[in-house]
C-alpha cells in the first residue's frame, strides 16, 4: 500500500468544514495538501476573476500531479461541485492508477452559512468578510456525486456531515478498504480534538 498513490478528494459548498479538516489530515497522513485557496491567498486573488479562476485550477493540477509523479499522495481542497469538473480530475489523473476516495463534506444551510460569517477576515479571498451568498449561488451549480459511481466504477465515496460527526459509506471499492479505514480513524480523532460529538460511522 506504501507504492499506491491515494487521493483523497473533498468536494462540498462553501461553508461545509472541508479546508481545516483536510489540511488536519493531509499532515497526519503526510500527504500533500493541495487547496484551491490556498494557491488562490499565494497569488493574492482579491475578486472574481475568470483568468484568474483559469490560473488557480492549472496551479492546483500542476501541484497535484507533481506530487503524484514523486509517488506521493494527495488531499485535495477544492469545491468540486459540478460532474465535469470532477470528471476533468478523474481523466487527469487516470494514468497513474491512483485509489480515489471522494468526500463529501455537508452540512444545512444555515450552518454553512453561520461559519462563513464567523470566519476571520484574513480567511476571506473575494471580499473584506466572508459572503453567505457566495453559498446561494454555489448550489445552484451542485451535481450529485452519486452520478460518478456510474462512469468511475474504481470510485469511492463517502458523505461527511460535519454538523452532526457522521459519516456514511455509500461506495467503498476493495482496493480503497484500507486507506477509507484509516482515513475514519484520523477523522475521529479530530472530532475529539475540535471537540466535536464523537464520530459515528454507517456502512
Known amino acids: 500500500m506504501s507504492l499506491d498513490r491515494i487521493i483523497i478528494m473533498a468536494c462540498g459548498l462553501p461553508g461545509s468544514g472541508k479546508s481545516e479538516t483536510t489540511e488536519w489530515l493531509a499532515k497526519q497522513l503526510e500527504y ?9 491567498q499565494e497569488i493574492k486573488q482579491t475578486s472574481y476573476n475568470q483568468k484568474l479562476n483559469s490560473k ?25 461541485g459540478e460532474k465535469k469538473s470532477r470528471d476533468a480530475l478523474y481523466d487527469k489523473v487516470a494514468a497513474y492508477d491512483p485509489t480515489i476516495v471522494l468526500v463529501e463534506f455537508y452540512c444545512t444551510n444555515a450552518t454553512a452559512k453561520a461559519r462563513m460569517i464567523r470566519r476571520p477576515p484574513s480567511s476571506s479571498i473575494f471580499s473584506p468578510s466572508p459572503d453567505p451568498l457566495v453559498y446561494s449561488q454555489e448550489i445552484k451549480l451542485w451535481q450529485d456525486p452519486r452520478k460518478d459511481l456510474e462512469t468511475h466504477l474504481d470510485l469511492s465515496y463517502l458523505q461527511y456531515d460535519t454538523q452532526h460527526s457522521q459519516i456514511k459509506e455509500i461506495c467503498v471499492r476493495e482496493k480503497a478498504r484500507p486507506i477509507v479505514d484509516i482515513l475514519e480513524t484520523k477523522i475521529r480523532q479530530y472530532c475529539k480534538t475540535q471537540g466535536y460529538k464523537p464520530l459515528s460511522v454507517s456502512r
Open 32 to 40: 500533500t495538501w493541495c487547496s484551491q485557496d490556498k494557491i488562490r
Open 56 to 80: 488557480v485550477r492549472r496551479i492546483l493540477n500542476e501541484r497535484i500531479t507533481v506530487s503524484l509523479d514523486r509517488n506521493q499522495s494527495v488531499v485535495i481542497d477544492r469545491g468540486y
